[in-house]
Nanobody
Framework: QVQLVESGGGLVQAGGSLRLSCTVSGRTFSSYTMGWFRQAPGKEREFVVGIRWSGGRTYYADSVKGRFTISRDNAKNTVYLQMNSLKPEDTAVYFC?????????????????WGQGTQVTVSS
């Protein structure tokens, strides 16, 4: 059974930092792209960043470029999202997802597996 489990969300003041984790299990993800999405109340799910599990190539949404960093630890089967200089508009539920293939999709319907989400709230 494939599982993606996110952790690390919380409440932080504007300008602060959080690190999200996504631990995967149930299959080998070496041929997958791992992505982080977020969804704020009343808004569509939005692509944040993706990373190829094999090779580590990354792609960031413009809204987070320079502030967020994605990384992976193959030994721990875990993908991380380091979020710095957080802004109130970063407030959302953050989801980890996995997509089979060599590209880094930016639309949610291209992803095959999803975590349950973790809440990030940035106060002003």
């Amino acid at each position: 059974q494939v599982q993606l489990v996110e952790s690390g969300g919380g409440l932080v003041q504007a300008g602060g930092s959080l690190r999200l984790s996504c631990t995967v299990s149930g299959r080998t993800f070496s041929s997958y792209t791992m992505g982080w999405f977020r969804q704020a109340p009343g808004k569509e799910r939005e692509f944040v960043v993706g990373i190829r599990w094999s090779g580590g190539r990354t792609y960031y949404a413009d809204s987070v470029k320079g502030r967020f960093t994605i990384s992976r630890d193959n030994a721990k089967n875990t993908v991380y999202l380091q979020m710095n200089s957080l802004k109130p508009e970063d407030t959302a539920v953050y989801f980890c997802a996995a997509a089979l293939g060599v590209t880094i999709p930016t639309t949610s319907n291209r992803y095959d597996y999803w975590g349950q989400g973790t809440q990030v709230t940035v106060s002003s």
